[in-house]
């Protein structure tokens, strides 16, 4: 079985893999597909009876082996061992490239016309945030086609705008990073960093050290490489908007990658940004506001050159706080406020000057400069 044959059989959207293992996770997913299948040749429906021990690898592998060979095909299980699983999102499961522990490959079954539209930006996206350094690099695309199988697969193709005869699996060969979930979340990131700083000191507790001064000094850091990669972004227009609430609410720490020793910060899943034009928004702003005519008037650009530049300040703010500009901060947030709150009509030539003096101020800024920074605001 080649790599193609694979993603088909584990993407099928009726009885791939890929189901179960996005719904519960790949080993629970994996021993639902196979407990199922010898419940059924076993005839033993409702029977609540177990017919292996999950945790006796030496029962469980060759039942696993004949189940997975029988559903999928011969040579399914030996692709399954080598394409080892990393993670799954709503569209597509990321496997550790088979020979190269340092890429991935994700992969994106595209059924739809839109489907498609949406992974080609999505990678236009993260190339352009990969030249920033933002992004892991991605080294290769490949275009898989295959044949609708599945009904419902079959009955969207025949939808004259967005159906397609010709549904491919996306492979998407990127550079591996380090998420900050995959490293026990910020906190926990942070609290091994801090530990090691101090030579693993054996028998020194967690307890109460994110209301210390070093890991303080760390959040302070995460902090401000967060404002300045989601600057960086939006030097050119990009806002991912996949992040969570970042700054106050839960984080998406899925798709935040962070390395404490270099304060180097980089964002994956780039099928969820915007992207603005929006020197072209102020101009058309700048235009609508000399219109006589009230009825000519468009407020899309505006409200597009406005949210752009509210989540400019958002990070310029923070950065600010990490630097332990509190006043700064605030007073910032003020000016900004009284440009874009005007009864009249808000001033966005002179909201965007300001935001720009602030970007260049969190640019400037360099790691040693910060001040600590608690958890909870
Ligand atoms: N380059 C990478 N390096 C390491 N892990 C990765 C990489 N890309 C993806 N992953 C892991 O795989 C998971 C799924 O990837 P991603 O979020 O890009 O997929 P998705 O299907 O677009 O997700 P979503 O459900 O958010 O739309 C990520 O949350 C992450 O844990
Ligand atoms: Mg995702």
Redesign the pocket.
């Known amino acids: 079985m080649n790599e193609e044959e694979f993603f088909r059989k584990y993407m099928n959207p009726d009885d791939g893999i890929y189901r179960s293992a996005r719904l519960m996770g790949r080993m629970a997913g994996e021993r639902d597909i196979v407990g199922n299948y010898f419940k059924r040749i076993r005839n033993a429906k409702g029977s609540g009876e177990d017919f292996y021990l999950p945790e006796n690898t030496k029962e469980y592998k060759p039942m696993r082996d004949e189940a997975l060979t029988d559903l999928y095909g011969k040579g399914f299980v030996d692709m399954y061992d080598r394409y080892k699983p990393?993670?799954?999102?709503?569209?597509?499961?990321?496997f550790e490239k088979p020979g190269d522990s340092q890429r991935?490959l994700?992969v994106?079954r595209q059924d739809t016309l839109d489907r498609q539209k949406f992974g080609d930006t999505?990678i236009a996206r993260q190339k352009e945030a990969a030249e920033m350094g933002v992004a892991?690099k991605i080294h290769q695309v490949t275009n898989l086609p295959y044949k609708h199988e599945v009904p419902m697969e079959i009955l969207r193709s025949f939808d004259n705008r967005y159906g397609t005869t010709d549904p491919r699996h996306q492979v998407t060969e990127?550079?591996?990073?380090?998420?900050v979930?995959?490293q026990g979340g910020k906190s926990q990131m942070l609290l091994d960093y801090v530990q090691k700083l101090k030579k693993g000191g054996k028998g020194y507790s967690n307890y109460g050290i994110t209301d210390t001064e070093p890991y303080q000094i760390e959040n302070a850091k995460y902090n401000l490489a967060m404002a300045k990669a989601q600057l960086r972004l939006a030097d050119r227009g990009l806002v991912h908007t996949?992040l969570g609430q970042y700054p106050y609410g839960d984080a998406?720490e899925?798709?935040v990658?962070y390395n404490p020793n270099t304060n180097k910060m980089q964002f994956?899943?780039?099928?969820?940004t915007e992207k603005y034009n929006h020197a072209e928004n102020l101009h058309q702003h700048t235009k609508n506001l000399n219109l006589r005519n009230e009825e000519l008037k468009s407020f899309k650009y505006s409200d597009d050159a406005e949210h752009f530049l509210d989540h400019k300040v958002a990070n310029i703010q923070r950065g600010l706080e990490a630097l332990g500009k509190r006043d700064d901060a605030k007073a910032f947030r003020k000016e900004y406020r009284e440009y874009t709150d005007r009864p009249m009509g808000e001033d966005l030539v002179r909201a965007d000057a300001l935001v720009n003096k602030g970007r260049k101020i969190i640019r400037l800024a360099g790691f040693n400069q910060v001040q600590p920074m608690s958890d909870v605001e």
Request: proline share 3%.
């Open positions: 990393i993670g799954e999102g709503a569209y597509g499961a990321v991935v994700k994106q999505e892991p990127m550079d591996r990073v380090n998420t979930d995959a996949d998406r899925d798709h990658a994956i899943d780039y099928g969820h």
